[in-house]
């Protein structure tokens, strides 16, 4: 099990961009998300949580580089 970071601490830690983030969490990108106080509003990548392990090994599957 890795770290459990944001969105924009991932894209920090692979030098990406967040937008990139996004189009990976689209794509499959494994993630979990943030429970909320308010459940009215409308999820969104601010609130995903990413595994850097699994990250890596998803990049790896999918022949990412990094």
């Known amino acids: 099990m890795g ?4 969105c924009s601490d991932l894209a920090a830690i692979f030098g990406v961009s967040q937008t990139k983030i996004d189009t990976w969490a689209d794509q499959g990108l494994p993630f979990s ?3 909320k106080k308010n459940t009215a509003q409308p999820t969104t990548s601010k609130d995903y949580i990413f ?10 599957k999918n022949k990412i580089s990094l």
Request: aromatic share 6%; proline share 6%.
């Open 33 to 35: 998300i943030k429970p």
């Open 3 to 6: 770290l459990k970071v944001n």
């Open 51 to 60: 595994d850097t392990t699994e990250v890596i090994e998803w990049c790896i």
